[in-house]
């Protein structure tokens, strides 16, 4: 009998992935991971935060080492540990009766054993914070279902630059690799933009949001389940807040047209320009709870921005955003519809990306009219529709970055 029970108890330590509770610890820190496709989106969202690139579930404790977290004394328990209590040969073969003090001081150990249980197995239950995130991301996707691929970003930006000395070549444009313009006394950041494929149509509106149009342009592009870019003005924000959250809530990416769209207090200089757009910006946070990073300037940047202007806006982290199609709607009152049409057919002839300047403006009529149209030449010209953002490639205008 003594033999019987001294094989087991070999066995068992020679074999720890036998015990109960050697298997306890391997469910609970080494779950066969499940099924993406299988789990629901917010379970889907939690498991990718888990799981590291090899694919493999990663512990709680390997958690806590990468990112320097202390987890608690029950979290740390591992693998180590509970080998740690297995019985060596030469206790195997130790057979002294227990006293009762021996007798109770292993009971009082197996009690705080079952507590550490415990208290693992609370911990391993979801908590608050992660059940707020996921729920914070299915309510984002729900109101706004290219967030993934703008604003939900990594928003990180590298370090401003030292200014660029008197003998730096003039280069005018961002590259697609988030390489930055450069001029004598320039400093823009690198950026990282996100890969396009095929031809791309950026449309965006200018100036609103206003009642007698907004929901009209949001209409035509539901119909045609596409998106756009609105550039509102901070004080028409002020004035019709559902309107916004009507763009927002639709899937439309929204950028900032500064507060007051006075252009001769705005061109003073470059901090009362920022200040202008970080008005507008805090209006539209306390409407949407976003603060747009893509500025358009009111009359574009040619002949208004100079290199200390672009230094300005790019150390607060901003992009400015002009276009190279310009629909003309507001060479007139009301420019005709096939006007309208021709200007955008015609100069987007041998073009692969085009951001198309129209107005959200009361008694652009025409510009509504004409909308279906455009969007319908760009659909036959071979173009996708997508919304600006701080992680596109923008079109800037290079006149600014020469004086």
């Keep these: 009998m003594v033999c019987f029970l001294g094989s087991s108890v070999s066995l068992v330590g020679a074999y720890p992935q036998w015990s109960i509770a050697a298997q306890s610890v391997f469910q609970r820190y080494d779950p066969p991971a499940p099924n993406e496709a299988s789990v629901p989106l917010p379970n889907r969202m ?32 591992s693998d180590q ?31 705080s054993s079952a507590g550490e249980t415990q208290s693992v197995s609370a911990s391993a239950s979801p908590s608050p914070a992660e059940d707020s995130l996921q729920q914070s991301v299915q309510s984002e996707l729900k109101s706004n279902p290219i967030i993934l691929d703008t604003e939900k970003r990594d928003l990180a930006l590298a370090p ?36 396009e494929i095929g031809k791309m149509a950026y449309l965006t509106f200018d100036d609103g949001p206003y009642p007698s149009t907004t929901p009209k342009i949001l209409a ?12 509102d003005i901070g004080h028409r924000v002020e004035l019709y807040p559902e309107l916004l959250k009507a763009e927002y809530e639709q899937g439309n990416a ?6 007051s769209h006075n ?17 507008s910006e805090e209006i539209i946070y306390q409407t949407l709870g976003i603060r747009p990073q893509i500025v358009r300037a009111p009359g ?39 006007t309208l049409i021709q200007h955008v057919e015609q100069q987007i002839q041998g073009k692969t990306r085009v951001v198309i300047l129209l107005h959200d403006l009361v008694g652009k009529t025409t510009t ?36």
């Design 160 to 195: 401003t630059p030292s200014p660029g000395l008197p003998d730096t070549p003039i280069h005018s444009y961002y590259d697609q690799a988030g390489n930055p313009p450069t001029a004598p006394g320039l400093a823009m950041r690198q950026r990282d933009f996100q890969p």
């Design 81 to 111: 540990e509970e080998a740690s209590t297995e019985v060596s040969p030469s206790q195997q073969n130790d057979e002294t009766p227990l006293t009762e003090e021996d007798q109770s001081n292993l009971e009082e150990q197996a009690q």
């Design 300 to 338: 574009g940047t040619v002949g208004n921005f100079t290199v200390s202007y672009f230094n300005t806006m790019d150390a607060a982290g901003y992009l400015m955003e002009d276009w190279n199609i310009d629909s003309g709607d507001t060479d007139a009152h009301l420019v005709p519809v096939n």
């Design 254 to 259: 929204i950028g900032n047209h500064t507060y």
């Design 263 to 279: 252009m001769a207090t705005l061109y003073k200089g470059p901090q009362e320009f920022l200040a202008d757009v970080k008005k």
């Design 368 to 403: 509504i009219e004409a909308l279906p149209e455009i969007i319908d030449v760009l659909k036959k010209q071979g173009f996708s529709f997508g919304v600006l953002g701080p992680h596109v490639l923008p079109i800037v205008f290079p006149e600014g970055m020469h004086n």
């Design 220 to 231: 035509i592009l539901a119909k045609e389940t596409i998106q756009a870019t609105f550039f």
């Design 46 to 77: 939690a498991l990718l935060l888990r799981t590291s690139v090899n694919g493999s579930a990663k512990t709680p404790a390997t958690t806590a080492k990468e990112s320097g977290t202390t987890m608690p004394p029950s979290f740390i328990q």
